[in-house]
């Protein structure tokens, strides 16, 4: 078998009644296009520069703080894999501040910029289709409450099914209303 070189990433994820609606849609695409399922989640912060073993230390060290609310902007699409239909939410102080206590708490060498978003799926689709089913989503809600954070592992890169299936959950943390 292959070694593949791993990453470690952080995650928001949403409340239940909004991670329930999400996981059904990422389910449902999954199965009409045959791609991978996935938790809902927003990347808060991701690298191969990151110790997995200290990792639960960072997400407790880093996550102080209370719920996120993040304001849906638009439904989305791109020619990039992981963001093949996706929810974009506007920028939050919130979330940028967690971003960044994740960066600092883990000592990772990264510079990176938060694009808070939330993929429906991961699929090689033409740009005719991902536009049709981009316009023709209607999400129930504004704004989308995150009240937990988790810390996964998997393949470095995500460029298809096999690297989905990699990501492991190393832990979690609640956060307090």
Known sequence: MEQREQMVAFWLVPARAERDF?????DLLALRFNAPRF?????????DDINPAGAEQVLV????????????ERIAFSS??????FVQFRRSKEAEALSQAFCEASGSSRDYKLDPHLSLAYADLPVHEKKEIAH???????????????VITGHASTSGPDD??????????????
């Open 136 to 150: 023709s989503l209607e999400l129930p809600f504004e704004s989308v409450t995150f009240d937990a954070v988790k």
């Open 164 to 177: 989905v299936a990699s990501w492991r959950v190393l832990a979690e943390r609640r956060l307090p209303r």
């Open 39 to 47: 938790e809902p989640h927003v990347t808060l912060f991701g690298g």
């Open 80 to 85: 990039e894999y992981t963001k093949t239909l």
């Open 22 to 26: 999400f996981a059904s849609l990422i």
């Open 61 to 72: 060290n880093a996550t102080q703080g209370s719920r996120i609310e993040l304001q849906v």
